[in-house]
């Protein structure tokens, strides 16, 4: 049996190695238990399944997917960025955490299989579902202007 709190510190160490190494942006857990993402809003979701089964999200407004791809990309803050790049950096988001969360936990839950990401958008979106019986919340300010929500729903079998 997995520890709620191996991966918790899981997902949020995973999430501050992507977005340090890969979107060069800096993220700190939020302080702020009531704050959540408003608006219009983007989710990027990944599934996964074996010993442990379930699904990673990244939910965040859209002026905060626009700046993460701006980073991924390496563009300039005034360039313009399409809505295609901005799901696909997103999607992208998702399996990076993702794969390191799962290199973290590999050994003590074994193999885990990881499908293609998917990315939805609209309001107020949450990553939410009736038959998982774990929920992991890593709420996050990026560069202390943007804010975004790292969800993990899971159970064992």
């Known amino acids: 049996m997995i520890d709620q709190l191996c991966l918790s510190e899981s997902l949020l160490e995973g999430a501050k190695e992507v977005f340090e190494t890969m979107v060069f942006m800096d993220i700190v857990e939020s302080t702020d238990p009531y704050r959540f993402v408003e608006g219009d809003t983007l989710l990027g979701s990944i599934t996964f399944t074996g010993n442990l089964e379930g699904c990673l999200s990244i939910c965040c407004d859209i002026s905060c997917a626009k700046a993460i791809t701006i980073n991924m990309l390496g563009m300039e803050p ?8 901005i799901c696909d950096s997103i999607g992208e988001i998702s399996n990076m955490v993702m794969g ?6 590999a050994e003590s839950v ?12 609209g309001h107020e979106l949450e990553s939410n579902s009736c038959d998982k019986k774990n929920k992991i919340i890593a709420k996050v300010n990026i560069q202390d202007e943007y804010y975004a929500e790292f969800t993990l729903l899971y159970r064992e079998n």
């Open 100 to 105: 390191s969360v799962k290199s973290r936990i």
């Open 110 to 121: 074994g193999t885990i299989e990881v499908s293609i990401p998917s990315v939805v958008s």
């Open 78 to 85: 005034d360039d313009p960025v399409g809505n295609e790049d």
